[in-house]
């Protein structure tokens, strides 16, 4: 089950873990937290320099793993009187070419998020300029490199990590002593970069960065990642070997560099998947099972075949002693782990309940499915969505943001045509709506690459989504729209990529259904992998609403099941509740995916995948039905799995 200490639910686990880790790492239960914490070691630093009156000069980074970094250090600029006058800046990249006005720009970047709301002199700041002309880029970078120097260094170097395991724009095969240079994009890299720009053709092949060489002469270094998707080029950096094919490794030859995480984004160290091998650990029987279930996949047997030299093999003699051998152990985590599976998820009535994942009773639940995007319900649980409504509960669902940033300008375009047509076909085009329909058409003719759209093209895009999202509702068997709900979130609705902040406008359009719905069970994405982060602000909008209500007493009943979106599933130790399907079952729910069309083929922001959704997806659950078939459990077609978020107000069950 899951706990509220963090989003994954993992508390922190309180050793040494000298072993495996070859960098000190500190886990945050959050990146706000964690960009908090290291934004106040850099202005102490920088009022440190200001007592001495010295400059300070530090490294910075793009991305988005900084920006709450930046978020804050501005918060402290305007709240508590930070001052960066004595602050000189050299960022690590650049992309090339590249003019600075581009939104794509790091220069653009830099003043939007940090530069333009601190008071550091402009001629402090120092960006890799992606204008110059080729011919004169060495000698550019030699001169970059010098100012670097001629500062006195740098004090303080902010990292990110990009999937390649590249820090700058320093990718594998970089070389340990390179400065200052002009580099070669890696196809990940651009991939990752599409987000910006919309299409691939248009992320530049090249960039300007500073060298390993360049990082490694910081006095202190920081490195910040977040999210699942960071976590294994994470563990790679952290725990393998140093090696020019994951370029971040060669910080591990540093005096002073810290590596700062998530919990996500720690997922893959041994410290989270076999915390036993990494010192002294309390066995609950949460962790029992995840050493079950990690030997039965490191021996490839099946639980009840486990023995007790499989376990004392694998570091796991401790375990041993304290629950009287492996005889007894598979079978209490076999049993755990049958009760899991159910193909009633809202609850099977007339039943004992006493090892089932969901109460009895009442016997018709009202149940709410939040989807982040209007497409993660049926993605990620319309099977169980399905079955909610063919076993007769009161099933709603709620598309928290309109996802409209999410299609393809040309699907616009046909929509506003034919909209244009129907009305001059039935002789009610008037002048005005005629302009206003021209207006539109004109603006996506003439849109720049990475523009952001008009609020009329946004508005046309979030419909097209409704509709799709509607017909996927129908489709899964929603009979009655009123059950249907749209919120809209403000957050999302920036027209760009990165997104506003949660307020409690959000909060409250979360809040308010839950108090007219008051449902016994409701469903939210728990996936913490999703790109933009849009997933991680819907889980934390819903967290926020369960808060503020907890105080009414139809709370105490009300159960929160999370899924995990298109990318990763729960590791199965986490996992509370899975619901098989059959094949036919598998069929329909391809086919409620599939009423997404502008998502079809390739949408605008697939991520880090080439597959589309529905196939990801069914990969997924079919991965999930055959692990627990390795591990010894009936052989079904597919499974959805969830994780119960346990909230310590709730009554024990
Ligand atoms: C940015 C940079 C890159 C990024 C890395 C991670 O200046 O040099 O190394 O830090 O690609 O990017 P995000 O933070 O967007 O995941």
């Known amino acids: 089950m899951l706990n509220t ?6 508390s922190p686990i ?20 964690a960009s908090l914490h290291v934004a106040k070691s850099i202005a102490l630093a920088i009022r440190q320099k200001q007592q001495d009156g010295e400059q300070i000069v530090l490294g910075l980074a793009t991305g988005s793993s900084p920006i709450k970094l930046y978020q804050e250090l501005v918060n402290m600029h305007r709240n508590e009187g930070l001052s960066f006058q004595n602050v000189i800046t ?18 653009h970047f830099m003043h939007e998020h940090l530069f333009d709301h601190v008071d550091i002199p402009s001629e402090n700041i120092h960006i890799p300029d992606g204008t110059i002309p080729m011919e004169k880029v060495a000698e550019y970078c030699q001169w970059y490199e010098k100012q670097i120097d001629l500062a006195g260094g740098i004090d303080i170097q902010v990292l990110g990590i990009g999937r390649t395991g590249h820090i700058g724009f320093n990718e594998p095969g970089s070389w340990e002593t390179s400065l200052t240079r002009m580099v070669r994009l890696d196809g990940l890299t651009r991939r990752d970069a599409i987000k910006d720009f919309i299409a691939e053709e248009d992320v530049p092949t090249r960039a300007i960065t500073m060298g390993i060489g360049s990082i490694m002469k910081a006095r202190t270094i920081y490195l910040l990642a977040w999210g699942q998707h960071k976590a294994d080029i994470v563990k790679e950096a952290v725990e393998g070997p140093v090696s020019s094919q994951v370029p971040a490794s060669f910080l591990q030859k540093h005096p002073n560099v810290r590596v700062i995480l998530d919990w996500p984004a720690a997922e893959r160290l041994t410290r989270t998947t076999a915390p036993w091998l990494c010192g002294m650990v309390n066995w609950t029987e949460d962790l029992a099972c995840q050493a079950v279930v990690w030997t039965a996949q490191k021996t490839g047997k099946p639980i009840l075949k486990l023995t007790n030299e499989d376990y004392n093999e694998h570091g796991l003699s401790e375990l041993m002693l304290k629950e009287n051998g ?41 149940s709410i499915i939040f989807s982040p995007h209007p497409d993660d319900d049926v993605i990620s649980m319309g099977g169980t969505f399905m079955r909610l409504v063919d076993q007769e509960h009161d099933v709603h669902v709620a598309y928290q943001t309109s996802g409209n940033i ?34 539109i058409l004109d603006f996506l003719h003439n849109k720049a690459k990475g523009q952001a759209d008009i609020p009329e093209v946004r508005a046309i895009k979030g419909l097209i989504r409704r509709g799709e999202a509607r017909a996927a509702a129908r489709y899964s068997g929603i009979k009655d729209d009123d059950n249907i709900h749209f919120l809209d979130m403000p957050f999302y609705e920036t027209g760009h990529v990165h997104k506003g902040d949660l307020t409690d406008a959000d909060i409250d359009l979360v809040a308010n259904l839950l ?8 469903y939210a994405a728990g996936d913490l992998a999703d790109p933009h982060g849009t997933h991680r602000v819907c889980l934390e909008a819903i967290l ?33 509740m899975a619901v098989p399907m059959s094949p036919d079952q598998v069929a329909r729910k391809q ?63």
Not at 5 to 10: D, M, Q, T, W
Not at 90 to 107: H, I, V
């Open 5 to 10: 200490s963090s989003p994954s639910g993992k």
């Open 14 to 33: 309180k050793f040494q873990f000298k072993t495996f880790e070859k960098l000190p790492v500190k886990i945050w239960d959050d990146s706000r937290a």
């Open 90 to 107: 050299f960022n690590l990249d650049e992309y090339y070419p590249m003019p600075k006005e581009a939104p794509q720009s790091y220069w």
């Open 326 to 366: 492996a005889y007894e152990l598979n079978i209490k985590i076999f049993n755990r782990l049958q009760h899991t599976i159910t193909g009633w998820p809202g609850g099977k009535a007339g039943a004992d309940d006493s090892t089932r994942p969901e109460r009895a009773n009442p016997a018709r639940k009202r």
């Open 406 to 439: 999410a299609v393809h300008d040309h699907d616009a375009r046909r929509y506003v045509e034919f909209q244009r047509e129907y009305m001059a076909s039935q002789g009610m085009l008037s002048e005005n709506l005629n302009k206003h329909y021209q207006k």
């Open 515 to 522: 108090k007219a719905v008051k449902p016994h069970q409701v």
């Open 544 to 576: 926020a609403a369960f808060e503020k209500l907890k105080g009414e007493t139809w709370m105490q009943d009300c159960w929160l099941w999370l899924y995990r979106g298109a990318w990763h599933e729960f590791p199965i130790h986490e996992i509370d």
């Open 591 to 653: 086919k409620a995916i599939f009423m997404h069309q502008s998502q079809k083929d390739r949408p605008p922001f697939p991520g880090e995948d080439d597959r589309e959704f529905w196939q990801r997806a069914k990969d997924r659950n079919k991965a999930t039905a055959e692990l627990y078939r390795q591990l010894g459990f009936a052989e079904y077609e597919a499974m959805e799995a969830f994780a119960r978020w346990k909230f310590d107000w709730q009554k024990p069950r």
